[in-house]
């Protein structure tokens, strides 16, 4: 079992800078964070493995950058130049499986956080 806490979130406006966290209570292949804002389905944000490979969904990249320190056990998602629709509460997600590909899919994650809310206000 891996035990994941969220921290960081909060309320920023349009253009600013949020830095989230994830303590993870053991040893992870894959993490992930996932965002789901109201009424709408969860979605896959970045996603990081062990070796350093990253993934990253279209609305964010050049903006988010996703980070791990696996001798602190944490993941970081360091969000610039928010904008109104990444409005959320962002999820933690990990998994210890090896994969040959890295994916944002929600069932390739066994691990997930409670979540912590990111509000951005234009």
């Known amino acids: 079992q891996v035990q994941l806490v969220e921290s960081g979130g909060g309320s920023v406006q349009s253009g600013g800078s949020l830095r989230l966290s994830c303590a993870a209570s053991g040893y992870t292949y894959a993490m992930a964070w996932f965002r789901q804002a109201p009424g709408k389905e969860r979605e896959g944000v970045a996603a990081?493995?062990?070796?350093?490979?990253?993934l990253y969904a279209d609305s964010v990249k050049g903006r988010f950058t996703i980070s791990r320190d696996d001798a602190k056990g944490t993941l970081y998602l360091q969000m610039n130049n928010l904008k109104a629709e990444d409005t959320a509460m962002y999820y933690c997600a990990a998994d210890r499986s090896w994969r040959s590909v890295l994916r944002l899919v929600i069932s390739d994650f066994a691990y997930w956080g409670q979540g912590s809310q990111v509000t951005v206000s234009s």
């Open positions: 990081i493995r062990s070796d350093g490979i990253t």
